[in-house]
């Protein structure tokens, strides 16, 4: 019994020195974080400065209609195929004709009768044979048909399909002796034979009050080992519903030598200029994760205050802040890691 009461004296003893030993540790643990951290800071101010943009878009052009009859019918003729380059003005399909020239035929009968209805009215009239409310009948049935014969022959003339331009078929959407209806999508073709090939790119509102028209472009595509120089042409006024992003319009500054292809894919660098906003060291920024991020600010150089903010864009030298810094005078640059939030702090040069 002696012995196990002497083991347990011992054991005891040994739990309280641990004890002692971890309170210690934790003493001094705390004692350290409460020292003062060597840090170097810089001013809060808004700058103006160089952005790179990178995105990616498609090959384009800002013309791409998508072609059709006018009225509804059977096609009897398609003279082109995807591919192919047309001018403008070319006939590139044709309905048959066998129902509209009918109707043309009786129209063009009737008018003949209106016309001489109003002849005979007219001079029945004028001998005061015929009555002014007959002389005018036959005036209003002679207009009603001119109007009608008007209607046909635009209907005639728009019973084939033209090229609305110079440049390429891009989809075929029909086949001959297919039934369409009126305003029923035949062919998709672009003007580039114009030259007006772009590349169309979604950006965040950021980077799109960032960049300005006339903003040099550097386009990169599979097809070309070699870079394409290019600039902003157009920005959008509006968000793309589809993309959640505002688009801009790149294009290439020459295309000689360059046989591109609609929906053709290419990468987008562009060189834009940032006003009124705040460039930050990377070593400053910490726990960056989905464009937010923390830094450690001070204002009267003796304390730290930790402060989230938000990312705009990532630079080479630098992460562009969009806001979070609105209301403090000095960013902490160096010593971040070591500071929580109210670490005391001393400034070095």
Not at 133 to 138: P, S
Not at 186 to 206: E, I, P, R, Y
Not at 249 to 256: A, D, N, T
Not at 288 to 312: E, H, L, R
């Amino acid at each position: 019994m002696k012995r196990i009461k002497l083991i347990n004296t011992a054991f005891i003893a040994l739990m309280v020195l641990l004890f002692i030993a971890c309170e210690t540790k934790e003493d001094t643990n705390e004692f350290n974080l409460n020292d003062e951290v060597l840090v170097t800071i810089k001013p809060i101010q808004k700058e103006a400065g160089s952005t790179i943009v990178e995105s990616s878009g498609l090959f384009t052009t800002d013309d791409e209609t998508l072609l059709s009859f006018k009225n509804g019918g059977l096609i009897e003729r398609i003279y082109v195929k995807e591919g192919d380059y047309v001018k403008k003005g070319q006939v590139l399909a044709s309905l048959n004709m066998t129902e509209l020239n009918a109707k043309a035929a009786q129209l063009k009968a009737a008018l003949e009768k209106a016309e001489r209805d109003f002849t005979r009215a007219q001079k029945l009239y004028k001998d005061s044979v015929a009555t002014l409310e007959q002389f005018q009948n036959a005036q209003t049935q002679l207009d009603v048909i001119k109007q009608d014969w008007n209607t046909i022959e635009f209907n005639l003339k728009y019973s084939q399909i033209r090229a609305n331009g110079d440049g390429y078929i891009l989809l075929k959407l029909a086949n001959e002796g297919q039934m369409v209806g009126p305003g029923m999508p035949v062919f998709q073709m672009n003007s580039a034979g114009n030259g007006n090939w772009m590349v169309k790119v979604g950006v965040s509102d950021f980077q799109w009050a960032s960049i300005a028209v006339g903003d040099s472009a550097i386009i990169t595509t599979d097809a070309y080992p070699k870079e394409i120089k290019a600039r902003i042409i157009q920005k959008s006024e509006g968000i793309n519903p589809n993309s959640g992003t505002f688009t801009l319009s790149v294009q290439p500054i020459s295309m000689k030598g360059l046989t591109v292809a609609s929906g053709m894919f290419a990468k987008v660098k562009i060189f834009g200029n940032a006003k009124d906003t705040w460039f930050v060291p990377y070593e400053a920024l910490l726990n960056g994760n989905k464009g937010k991020g923390y830094v450690f600010v001070t204002d009267d150089k003796k304390k730290a205050k930790k402060v989230q903010v938000y990312v705009a864009a990532l630079q080479t030298d630098y992460v562009m802040i969009r806001s979070g810094l609105e209301n403090y005078r000095y960013l902490i640059v160096s010593g971040s890691p070591y500071l929580k939030d109210g670490s005391d702090i001393k400034v070095v040069d």
